[in-house]
């Protein structure tokens, strides 16, 4: 049975993947699903990797997995990021 200080909760039954993500924000406290890196081109906007970060982990960490990654798939040096204010050196 499923409680609220359960730790394994079920938020969904189709996707059972889903995890709350607590965003600390007085309008959106938390929102559900999974934290996605996405890769892609600046100018074409080709993707070039897509990766689900389950756990919730520090944006600030998952940076130079999303790089390796891309280039691994692209076969190809990445030379130049463009980030969002979540990712901070």
Same mark, same amino acid.
Request: charged letters at 30%.
């Given at each position: 049975? +499923?409680?609220?200080?359960?730790?394994?909760?079920?938020?969904?039954?189709? !996707? @059972?993947?889903?995890? =709350? %993500?607590? &965003?600390?924000?007085? !309008?959106?406290?938390?929102?559900? #699903?999974?934290?996605?890196? %996405?890769?892609?081109?600046? &100018?074409?906007?080709?993707?070039?990797? %897509?990766?689900?970060? !389950? #756990?919730? @982990?520090?944006? #600030? !960490?998952?940076? @130079? +997995?999303?790089?390796?990654?891309?280039?691994?798939? =692209?076969?190809?040096?990445?030379?130049?990021?463009?980030?969002? &204010? #979540? %990712?901070?050196?």
């Amino acid at each position: 049975m +499923q409680e609220k200080t359960s730790k394994e909760k079920l938020y969904s039954l189709y !996707h @059972p993947e889903v995890e =709350c %993500i607590s &965003k600390g924000k007085v !309008h959106k406290k938390y929102e559900f #699903g999974c934290k996605v890196a %996405i890769v892609t081109t600046h &100018k074409e906007g080709l993707c070039l990797s %897509i990766e689900a970060l !389950h #756990g919730n @982990p520090y944006d #600030g !960490h998952t940076l @130079p +997995q999303a790089i390796n990654t891309a280039e691994k798939l =692209c076969k190809s040096n990445i030379k130049e990021i463009f980030v969002d &204010k #979540g %990712i901070k050196e």
